[in-house]
């Protein structure tokens, strides 16, 4: 067994394509498949389920993968402490969903690149069931999500608090509404946006809205949209009033497009959270940016 094709698999597995593979470290198909095959034969073990259209891993080969992930690790960490880069690109594979992809991570990422200038990031948005399936299939070694699913083979860290608040078209039936104080119960009666199934905000506004005793099933619901920026365009533009990230609506409630209307009593927040595969093996640059994501927003 060598080094070169362990890095064949662990391409293969992550990128679930052997051309990809191959682009990705500068060699053939063939030589890709090739140590895929003699790893194979040398444990006597089946690794890769391959069909025409994907490649997926079998029970053993998700061991292999951990294994294989562990040992370039150390491969990594013997080139830093000898003093020499190792000529892998710095790159740390990420999934978003929502609210962490378009308001955290643009921040985070930038503050993280001032320290560590030469580490590039790829970046996969999709809704917090899209991110756990991609950590799942290891197309993303680290995710960030609103919710936390019940799968046992994940891990969770809570590493930024998320204030959810209404926001209105700025236009003078709402500004009339808000200014003499209406109550929660009377801006729910007005159009309301929602968000798709999926979403961490959804459901977080969901057990809210119970909460507070609203029957969701009335809510004069006249859109469900997944997109951010279209339910704040949406809202902007008198469609409804929507239940949202409170540093999400900043720059247009900034702008003067929205209203913002923050319940009283208890805030309504929810955590954001790092989720990774329990598994997972970090190599150095990922364990810096988890810790580095772990400490940004504490106070």
Same mark, same amino acid.
């Given at each position: 067994m060598e080094l070169k094709q362990l890095e064949a698999f662990v391409q293969v597995v992550e990128l679930q394509s052997f051309s990809k593979a191959a682009e990705k470290l500068y060699l053939t198909q063939p030589t890709i498949s090739a140590h895929i095959?003699?790893?194979?034969k040398e444990f006597n073990t089946k690794f890769l389920d391959r069909t025409t259209k994907n490649v997926r891993t079998t029970v053993a080969g998700e061991r292999l993968y951990e294994?294989?992930?562990?040992?370039?690790a150390i491969k990594e960490e013997l080139y830093q402490g000898f003093g020499r880069e190792w000529k892998e690109e710095q790159r740390i594979d990420i999934a978003g969903s929502t609210i962490p992809s378009q308001y955290i991570l643009p921040e985070l990422i930038h503050a993280y690149q001032k320290q560590n200038a030469k580490v590039r990031f790829s970046i996969n948005q999709g809704d917090s069931d899209h991110v756990i399936g991609e950590i799942l299939k290891h197309k993303a070694a680290i995710g960030f999500v609103g919710i936390k699913s019940k799968d046992d083979r994940l891990r969770y860290i809570p !590493?930024? @608090?998320d204030k959810l608040v209404v926001v209105t078209p700025n236009e003078t039936h709402y500004k009339e509404l808000l200014?003499?104080?209406?109550? !929660?119960? @009377?801006?729910?009666?007005e159009p309301i946006i929602l968000r798709e199934n999926g979403s961490g905000t959804k459901k977080t506004a969901e057990r809210f809205l119970e909460s507070k005793n609203v029957d969701i099933k009335k809510l004069n619901v006249v859109a469900f949209i997944n997109d951010q920026e279209i339910i704040k365009k949406s809202v902007s533009r008198g469609m409804g009033i929507t239940i949202m990230s409170k540093k999400a609506a900043l720059d247009y409630v900034e702008d003067g497009k929205m209203l913002l209307y923050e319940p009283e009593g208890d805030k309504v927040t929810r955590n954001l959270y790092i989720v990774y595969a329990k598994r997972k093996k970090f190599d150095r640059l990922e364990k810096k940016f988890i810790e580095f994501c772990c400490q940004f927003y504490v106070q």
């Open positions: 095959v003699s790893l194979e294994y294989a992930k562990e040992m370039l !590493f930024y @608090e200014e003499g104080n209406c109550s !929660f119960e @009377e801006l729910m009666r």
